[in-house]
């Protein structure tokens, strides 16, 4: 596989170089195809086309009741909203909207480190933090999957309600079981950045029906909102798809960063932070048209997987033996569902990392570079801190091609190697002078 994709890889640099274009590869790149953006508009409307991704939902999940909300966060709201504890426990190192979400309910929070080395908050940290009555929120940060079972049992042996997160995870699976489906209730997101993106959206799947009323909570929203059809998000995403293309990408993406200085240098920047009920992910309804493009995507749900299960391959094989940390060891991991591969250089500076792969149109991204808790209160979660000053993604999606990857891992492996040559030659001048120190300080003593 390596010396086919080389010579791929190979091939399109010197297209490249002929064309007098830098071939830059996007960090994400839709799986919703344009032409199913133009098909759902003919074929995808109507309220029975909810019914049939409810049905397929349930088939696939196993869930009788399947609920749909204006978001991920959205559908977290409801659903705390809904229930009368009053703390929330949540890792310390996860998507910032989820704060603001819990907040939105009225609950209290308590956070939980991860552990060294890992993504996802664990069993044993809840364990340490909870108190009876409270309400997990367990994430799979990235696809990866924390240890569901054990999270849901510590939470049954301490009368705790258990809301999995699986924005990033949809999909993905433990143990041959979608995860979702563990929890007392599992939250999935069609928003922009996950793997079936639908503009935005979510799926609450609700394994515990004693907990609440399935009507109540599909009838109950966080604000007042509004069912309109999502124009706008349309024709974001068709050009998305065009803008994307890696031919293309590098010019615009040039143009993008010249955008983005003029406005940070030229534009008052306002300090005031977004209110949540006001954005359409809590004020825009689920819409029948977003329900027709996931249906289109669930058919070709498996080829998806097999293709992202390839790529996974490839990072793994290249950073093997290497400084460059994964985080993909040690657990229970369905390749096929990763929505990212997370890698980390310790000892390095990220943003130098960065700033290096961006000169060689490396296209990588952090996320989560604050620990949800204040920053007076970081140095109690010394991991997560760590992971969010160190951990960088790489790109998952279905027309990533695997020359690409390569070439993307490749030379992540080479910008590696390079700073730890400069760190070994500043750590060899650091020495030099040190010595020529101390022979001055002796010629002096003498």
């Known amino acids: 596989m390596h010396s086919n994709s080389e010579k791929m890889a190979e091939g399109q640099s010197r297209t490249g170089s002929l064309s007098g274009r830098r071939r830059v590869v996007a960090f994400n ?3 919703t195809r344009n032409w199913e953006l133009l098909a759902a508009l003919r074929h995808g409307h109507g309220r029975h086309v909810m019914e049939d991704l409810r049905e397929a939902l349930r088939e696939v999940t196993g869930a009788k009741h399947v609920v749909f909300a ?17 703390e929330v426990v949540m890792p310390a190192y996860t998507c910032s909207v989820l704060r603001p979400a819990a907040e939105l309910a009225g609950k209290r929070i308590v956070y939980v480190d991860i552990p060294k080395n890992s993504l996802n908050a664990i069993s044993a940290e809840y364990a340490r933090k909870l ?10 940060l990235f696809g990866i999957p924390t240890d569901i079972e054990n999270i849901c049992q510590v939470a049954k042996e301490n009368g705790c309600v258990t809301i999995e997160d699986v924005a990033a995870g949809f999909g993905a699976t433990r143990n041959g079981r979608w995860l979702g489906t563990f929890a ?6 069609f928003e922009r950045t996950k ?28 604000v007042s909102t509004t069912g309109d059809f999502p124009w ?3 024709a974001f995403s068709f050009a998305h798809n065009v803008v994307t293309h890696p031919w293309l990408y590098g010019t615009l993406r040039s143009l993008h ?33 977003q329900a027709g493009l996931l249906l289109r995507m669930l058919r070709r749900m498996d080829r998806i997987r097999d293709h992202i299960e390839r790529l996974v391959a490839i990072y793994r094989d290249i950073f093997r033996n290497t400084p460059i940390q994964t985080f993909l060891d040690g657990c229970e991991l369905d390749e096929g569902g990763l929505l990212r591969f997370p890698i980390a250089f310790p000892g390095r500076d990220r943003s130098e990392i960065l700033r290096l792969a961006r000169e060689r149109g490396i296209v990588v991204e952090t996320n989560y570079t604050e620990p949800l808790p204040d920053s007076s209160e970081h140095a109690n979660f010394p991991n997560s801190v760590w992971a969010s000053q160190n951990v960088v993604l790489l790109p998952l999606y279905g027309s990533l091609s695997l020359a690409d990857a390569e070439r ?9 190697r390079e700073t730890s040559c400069r760190a070994v030659q500043i750590s060899g001048l650091d020495s030099g002078n040190e010595q020529l120190a101390v022979t001055s300080l002796a010629r002096q003593t003498l």
């Not at 009555?133 to 367990?138: E, R, S, Y």
């Not at 007392?184 to 997101?189: A, K, L, M, T």
């Not at 799947?205 to 929203?221: C, G, M, P, T, Y």
Request: hydrophobic fraction near 40%.
């Open 29 to 31: 790149r839709l799986e």
């Open 70 to 86: 204006p978001s991920c966060r959205s559908a977290i709201a409801q659903i705390l909203m809904m229930l009368p504890n009053e």
């Open 131 to 140: 108190k009876p009555g409270n309400v997990l929120m367990p994430m799979h």
């Open 184 to 189: 007392d209730f599992g939250v999935f997101s």
């Open 195 to 222: 793997r079936l993106p639908a503009f935005r959206g979510a799926a609450i799947i609700i394994n515990n029906e004693r907990l609440v009323d399935a009507e109540k909570l599909a009838s109950q929203r966080v």
């Open 232 to 234: 706008r998000d349309l």
């Open 257 to 289: 960063s010249l955008r983005k200085s003029v406005k940070t240098h030229l534009v008052v920047q306002s300090k005031t932070p977004e209110v949540p009920t006001r954005t359409p992910f809590y004020t825009r309804d689920f819409h029948s048209y």
């Open 408 to 416: 993307l891992a490749r030379g992540l492996v080479e910008i590696e």
